[in-house]
């Protein structure tokens, strides 16, 4: 049977100082890594925002597909539905069928609202 030789307390305070050495080494490595998550260029704080700032835009997004869709069938009806073509025709061209008459009243004036009196 094979006996190691014994390495004495030299060797043994080498290794102690070398576990602690890596001890602490490994503890400031997980204090960099921790710091570095929580307020490093890429860390926590910019993930929040970048997560916000995605659900807006999907807030924004879901809007202008609404917005869209609702364009999408005015613009139907402005192609095929005759009477919203009379409708536009009647309130931007200033269209009238015929035998209908049209009465238009003119805003009155701040000098005719309250005519002046002169005196005599």
Do not use: C
Request: no cysteine; net charge positive; hydrophobic share 40%.
């Amino acid at each position: 049977m094979l006996i190691k030789p014994n390495r004495g307390r030299a060797w043994l305070d080498w290794q102690r100082k070398l576990w602690s050495v890596g001890k602490w080494a490994g503890i400031g490595a997980l204090f960099l890594m921790i710091g570095t998550l929580l307020f490093g260029e890429m860390g926590i704080s910019r993930y929040l925002h970048l997560r916000d700032h995605a659900e807006q835009l999907d807030r924004e997004l879901s809007d202008l597909q609404r917005l869209n869709s609702e364009l999408r069938t005015d613009l139907d009806r402005v192609q095929y539905d005759t009477t919203r073509i009379e409708e536009l025709a009647r309130e931007r061209l200033g269209y009238v069928r015929k035998g209908e008459t049209v009465y238009q009243l003119a805003p009155i004036g701040e000098k005719e609202r309250f005519p002046t009196v002169k005196a005599p």
